[in-house]
């Protein structure tokens, strides 16, 4: 997985990626506690990823566009978002396991 940022502080939650240009490939952005997101004001499309805490992975959501919001995942804590091709490129799958750890 790439190198995330960490979104936790409702500001940074609420803004994520919006008014940025790109997500560079490599990078990521993870909104905790997420268990939805909008695309609202976005200008390019993401690959999203939902966990639980513990990494589990409950959702996929592939190239979503801007303008667009996901379903509310039950359960889930964690939003990745990454640049589109990521999922694909990772081969990752709903029940993969993720380890979040510090750089």
Known sequence: ???AAWAAGFVDRF???MGRRELPAGEA???VPCNSIHMFF???ALDVVFTTDDGKVLALYPGIKP???TK???RATHAIETPV???AAS???VGDQFAFEPA
């Open 85 to 87: 091709g990521t999922i």
């Open 15 to 17: 803004l994520g990626l």
């Open 67 to 69: 303008w667009r919001v």
């Open 72 to 74: 509310v995942i039950r």
């Open 29 to 31: 952005l993870v909104i």
């Open 1 to 3: 997985m790439p190198r």
């Open 91 to 93: 081969d990752t799958e």
């Open 42 to 44: 976005m200008r390019f």
